[in-house]
């Protein structure tokens, strides 16, 4: 193929794609009449291929350096949405074991699990126990 | 103003690459130090006029108006470097340019035939690939496509003279 390649010239122009042809190009927003009056230049002109090259590799570069600060961070979690709640509903629900012995604390009878009390639960319970003493 | 000394900043990583593959006789920083003042200069002509001449409605982002203006500012700029020095050291080129066999006359027809019908979006692929030696990446890169697709349609070039020859009954294998 590089024989092929070798019949196409390169010509020396004095006018070339302005800055703005060639952004719009590389945006892809020319119709096709106009994306190939410019490819009929690049085909024969090293300075604006050359141009169009550097454009590319600056763009690659910024995106490279640019800081990942919008991850859709939900959008991986989606799929495991449906097992959390599984798990959730399964293990999350209180159960009431009606089955635990009652433990005493300073006389006073209390169920088990008392560390998860509220304050107002502590607070009634201290008034009967001053109360009855 | 700001935006494009940002982007100036990363433009010089890409003129150190260039600067490793073209400029040796030169040390890389008074390169980058040329580059600079020449770009300055350009951007400054007319009151800033070539920044002034982005015109949103058309569609264009301005990030890639931008990246257009740096890199068309570069390239002028190493292509100026390059006939300065061509000039300077034009006495000691010597020819290295080898000569390739000689194919027969009737593959050269075709070959000749095939490329004044190649597309002018084809003839571009082709340079890119085999006169500019670019990879099939970089092509992709500039193109907004993957790797694979540049490939796919410089393939589908190849394909194309493959059949041209095989229906003048030639073998594909001559111009390799």
Redesign the interface.
């Known amino acids: 193929?590089?024989?092929?390649?070798?019949?196409?010239k390169?010509q020396e122009f004095t006018e070339?794609i302005d800055?703005?042809q060639?952004?719009?190009f590389?945006?892809?927003?020319l119709d096709k009449q106009q994306r190939?009056s410019v490819?009929?230049h690049?085909?024969h002109c090293?300075?604006c291929?050359?141009?169009?090259?550097?454009?590319?590799?600056?763009?690659?570069?910024?995106q490279r350096?640019e800081p990942v600060n919008n991850i859709d961070y939900m959008g991986y979690l989606k799929p495991f949405i449906p097992f959390v709640a599984g798990v959730v509903l399964f293990f999350g629900v209180p159960m009431v074991d009606d089955s635990s012995p009652n433990v005493s604390f300073k006389g006073v009878e209390c169920e088990e699990g008392i560390i998860d009390r509220s304050l107002d639960y502590w607070e009634r319970k201290f008034n009967e126990w001053f109360s009855n003493n | 103003m700001q935006k494009v000394w940002e982007?100036y900043a990363?433009?010089i990583?890409?003129i150190e690459?260039?600067c490793r593959n073209k400029c040796s006789h030169l040390t890389i920083t008074d390169v980058i130090e040329e580059c600079q003042d020449y770009i300055k200069k350009r951007l400054e002509k007319d009151s800033f006029q070539?920044l002034k001449?982005?015109?949103p409605t058309?569609?264009?982002?301005e990030?890639?108006?931008l990246?257009?203006?740096?890199?068309?500012r570069?390239?002028?700029f190493f292509?100026s470097a390059k006939k300065e020095r061509e000039i300077s050291s034009e006495s000691s080129i010597t020819n290295k340019s080898y000569e390739?066999s000689e194919?027969p006359a009737d593959v050269e027809e075709i070959?000749?035939q095939?490329?004044s019908q190649l597309?002018?979006?084809e003839?571009?692929l082709?340079?890119?690939?085999?006169?500019?030696e670019?990879s099939y990446r970089?092509i992709g890169?500039?193109f907004?496509m993957t790797h694979k697709q540049a490939s796919s349609k410089?393939e589908k070039?190849?394909l194309k003279?493959r059949k041209k020859m095989k229906k003048a009954g030639l073998s594909f294998e001559v111009?390799i």
């Open positions: 193929m590089k024989r092929v390649a070798k019949r196409l390169n070339h800055d703005m060639l952004a719009l590389m945006d892809k927003k190939d490819f009929e690049l085909s090293k300075r291929r050359d141009v169009l090259k550097v454009a590319s590799e600056i763009a690659q570069e910024k350096l | 982007l990363i433009a990583t890409i690459k260039i070539a001449n982005y015109d058309k569609g264009a982002k990030s890639t108006y990246y257009t203006l740096i890199s068309s570069l390239i002028d292509n390739e194919l070959l000749e095939f490329t597309s002018f979006e003839q571009t082709l340079q890119y690939r085999y006169n500019d670019l970089e890169a500039i907004g410089i070039i190849q003279l111009i």
